[in-house]
């Protein structure tokens, strides 16, 4: 698989049909310094937020420029400088079953001016998107979405979900374990040095997951926020066991409290925990401290333990929600790229309108759990699982946290021999629920 993303050429057909409507197709240099602050501006714009000060821009410039960059310009505008669809792209990985990752085509910034909206600008780039990765060997994509209703049509699925969790601290009392281990404060900026390092030592364990880059770590810090009074409200804590290990990170803020000053707000915006001791001992910290009333933790696992460490589970109010969407594109390497839970043997008609993840698949699983996937001919073998599905769902059953059952029961993949939605997800399930802490 070539790594050459950034530099491999922009997809033909798209490029055709952008210029039938008078657009042009463009690789914007990120070393060229007013073509890439032009497209960063318009990624800005394209999601509603403020424009970047100088500050911010020369963070973006340097933090960003190693992804592939592409615009959409209309040089009959004024401004042709500045284009009117965006979209960046890397190959990242994402962590799947078995403690390992496989490539992916990690799309961000699909932006289109709204001058210029609905007129395909944005399938282009989608597509355009797709058949780079899929000419470059990368089994899958993956995105985050503004929107869930608008990536299924070009294959995608969410394959985790995560969860706004909300607990009334006022009746949720601790009844988990007492780790032994010691809590400090410590400075953002020894937070954002310590972060990824132990971050990385856990994300193998979640399927979903993905590895972040350093702006996004600066961000998530508080050191690359416009609103510099609420990055000075945040707090960082780190846990070390009792051989003086760290283990464990949370960075939190505490807000409102201003018609009664014991009910303020705390809210989580980071929390690693390397063991459970860790995890056990951050949250009993955040649950406990003074003068709160509500803890509120974002991009969480819908499958948090911390349910079952408190006195009263109707303390939480619990939102979940689609967020890692995933888009096979090569069924071979990605199925292969993961580890079962199970043997079987399992036939897989799959269905994708753009082509790429469309046959006929014969997945065998050994006793060890290694998948190897053969095109099939006819008919599946007597004795194989069957089912016929599109990408989306193969996408979304994908990390083993989308029951196939649930599919079936939602008339969204045909069991082709009864008793086969049983089979693949005694082979397919996650020991660890699938999840995703971070938006890209
Ligand atoms: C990975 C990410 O970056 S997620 C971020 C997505 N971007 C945003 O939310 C920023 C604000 N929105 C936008 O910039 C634009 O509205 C976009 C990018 C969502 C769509 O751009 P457009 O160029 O207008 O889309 P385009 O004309 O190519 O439409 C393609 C298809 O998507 C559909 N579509 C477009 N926008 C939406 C939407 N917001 N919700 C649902 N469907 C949509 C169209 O109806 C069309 O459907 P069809 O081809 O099946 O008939």
């Known amino acids: ?188 900026e020894e937070f954002r040095a310590l972060v990824p390092g132990l971050f990385d030592r856990v994300r193998l364990s979640v399927p979903g997951e993905v590895p972040l880059w350093d702006l996004r770590w600066d961000q998530i810090a508080g050191l690359a926020w416009e609103d510099k009074g609420s990055a000075a409200k945040l707090r960082a804590v780190r846990y070390d066991d009792e051989k003086g290990k760290l283990q464990g990170l949370a960075l939190y803020l505490v807000k409102g409290g201003d018609d009664d000053f014991t009910k303020h707000t705390l809210e989580v915006h980071h929390l690693t925990a390397a063991t459970p001791d860790a995890y056990a001992a951050l949250w009993r910290f955040l649950l406990e401290v003074d003068l709160v009333s509500e803890v509120k933790a974002y991009l969480r696992s819908v499958d948090e333990p911390v349910r079952w460490m408190i006195s009263d589970m109707r303390a939480i109010r619990f939102t979940p929600s689609d967020h890692q969407y995933l888009r096979i594109l090569d069924v071979k390497g990605a199925l292969e790229a993961r580890s079962y839970a199970s043997s079987a043997m399992i036939a897989l008609v799959v269905t994708d309108e753009l082509g790429f993840a469309q046959g006929r698949f014969l997945l065998e699983i050994d006793g060890k759990g290694v998948g190897e996937v053969r095109p099939m001919q006819s008919v599946a073998p007597r004795g194989s699982a069957a089912l016929a599905l599109t990408v989306n769902e193969l996408s979304a059953i994908y990390l083993g946290g989308v029951p196939v059952a649930t599919l079936v029961g939602a008339g969204r993949i045909k069991e082709l021999r009864s008793g086969s939605a049983a089979v693949v997800d005694g082979a397919f399930r996650s020991p660890r629920t699938p999840s995703l802490s971070s938006w890209y």
């Open 1 to 188: 698989m070539s790594t050459d993303f950034r530099t491999a050429p922009l997809d033909a057909t798209s490029a055709e049909r952008l210029a039938a409507a008078g657009l042009r197709y463009a690789l914007v240099d990120t070393a060229d310094r007013d073509a890439f602050s032009a497209w960063l501006q318009a990624d800005m714009r394209g999601f509603h937020v403020a424009r970047l000060n100088d500050e911010l821009l020369e963070k973006n410039l340097e933090g960003l420029a190693y992804r592939r960059t592409t615009g959409v310009f209309d040089d009959a505008l004024i401004d042709p400088v500045t284009p009117v669809g965006t979209v960046n792209s890397w190959i990242g990985e994402v962590t799947v079953p078995g403690s390992r990752t496989v490539p992916g085509w990690a799309i961000s910034s699909v932006t289109v001016a709204p001058t210029h909206r609905r007129k395909g600008v944005a399938r282009n780039l989608l597509e355009g998107e797709l058949r780079t990765a899929s000419a470059l060997g990368v089994p899958l994509a993956m995105l985050t979405v503004s929107e869930s209703s608008i990536y299924g049509r070009y294959g995608f699925a969410t394959a985790a979900m995560a969860a706004e969790w909300r607990i009334d601290t006022k009746r949720a009392k601790w009844t988990g374990p007492t780790p032994g281990g010691r809590l400090q404060f410590i400075p953002q």
